[in-house]
């Protein structure tokens, strides 16, 4: 396993990009963990969100009845309590990278709520890549957690672990290529 990993990095990055591989790799995860919590606010709604509500709020007001008026924004703030809530139970995002052919990291710890977005973003075009589900907690679908098939640069995959639990993900084309989810509570 090991001299397989060490004769695929050498055969296809060199030594220097390899450094920079892991460099890269820490980036991204720091910067999403910043921008999450920024998004994801302790409580209470985004500006976009409040935005939002204040609208459909005001659109209320054009109903024909003062009765439909009330259940309009009875309706209205419940949704937007639900999505307060959510707000506040939002964990961090963290990033793996593909690569030609493995996960960057291809081992990561992570608690229930947060989310992992696996980015094809060095993934050079030159091997399609995905991310299925091999083995997870019972209960978790595996479809629910399977991306395409590709080489798209631009493309991202993103899901949320609500399940605690070992996920252990594959892509089915390079069977080398798998990494390991532990979500703890
Ligand atoms: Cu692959």
Not at 56 to 71: G, I, P, R
Not at 110 to 122: A, E, R
Request: with cysteine.
């Amino acid at each position: 396993m090991s001299a397989l990993l060490n004769k695929r990095l050498s055969g296809i990055l060199g030594a220097g990009l390899v450094a920079l591989a892991v460099g890269v790799a820490g980036t991204p995860a720091a910067a999403a963990t910043a921008s999450g919590s920024a998004d994801a606010q302790v409580s209470g709604l985004t500006k976009k969100q409040k935005k939002k509500k204040k609208k459909e709020l005001k659109n209320c007001d054009k109903k024909s009845t003062k009765k439909k008026v009330k259940k309009c924004k009875k309706q209205v703030n419940k949704k937007y309590k639900k999505k307060s809530k959510q707000n506040a139970n939002q964990g961090k995002t963290v990033v793996v990278n593909l690569f030609d052919n493995f996960f960057q990291p291809s081992q990561q710890s992570i608690k229930v709520n947060d989310s992992i977005k696996w980015s094809w973003k060095n993934v050079i075009g030159r091997e399609a890549h995905n991310v299925t589900l091999d083995k997870g907690p019972s209960g978790v679908k595996r479809d629910s957690f399977t991306s395409y098939t590709t080489v798209d640069p631009g493309y991202t995959f993103k899901r949320t672990f609500t399940t605690p639990g070992t996920y252990a993900f594959v892509c089915t084309l390079h069977f080398g290529m798998t990494m390991d989810v532990k979500v703890s509570k």
